[in-house]
Nanobody, 124 residues
C-alpha cells in the first residue's frame, strides 16, 4: 500500500489544521494505522493510532486536541489538529501496518508502510 500525506502548512498558535493520508494499492481496512511526527533534533514520536476496529489512542501531549479517523471507504486517514502549539511543529508522517492488524503499538516495525511526510509549522 502506498501512502501520500497532504494538508500541512504554517499556522499561528491556537489554530487548526487537518492532515490527510491517501492510500493506493489497497485500503486501510483491517490495518493498524498511525500518525507520527519528528521535529528537528528529536526522535520520532507516535501521535495517534487506530486499531483495525477504529479505536483510537493518542500521545498525552496531543490528547484532547488531536483526532484521527478514516473515511467510510477506508482509503483516507485524517488527523484533525486543534489548539496547535509551537511545540507541535514537526514533520508529520502517516503509517500503516500489514494485514492482519494485530499489534498497533507505536513500535516502528509495526508499520512497514509510510508516507513521505508533510510539514506542520506553528508560530506564536
Amino acid at each position: 500500500v502506498q501512502l501520500v500525506e497532504s494538508g500541512g502548512g504554517s499556522v499561528q498558535a491556537g489554530g487548526s489544521l487537518r492532515l490527510s493520508c491517501s492510500a493506493s494499492g489497497d485500503t486501510f481496512s483491517r490495518r493498524c494505522l498511525a500518525w507520527f511526527r519528528q521535529a528537528p533534533g528529536k526522535e520520532r514520536e507516535g501521535v495517534a493510532r487506530l486499531d483495525k476496529y477504529g479505536l483510537t489512542d493518542y500521545a498525552d501531549s496531543v490528547k484532547g486536541r488531536f483526532a484521527a479517523d478514516t473515511d467510510s471507504a477506508e482509503t483516507t486517514l485524517y488527523l484533525l489538529m486543534n489548539s496547535l502549539k509551537p511545540e507541535d511543529t514537526a514533520m508529520y508522517f502517516c503509517a500503516a501496518g500489514p494485514l492482519p492488524g494485530l499489534d498497533c503499538s507505536f513500535a516502528g516495525d509495526n508499520f512497514p508502510y509510510w508516507g513521505q511526510g508533510t510539514q506542520v509549522t506553528v508560530s506564536l
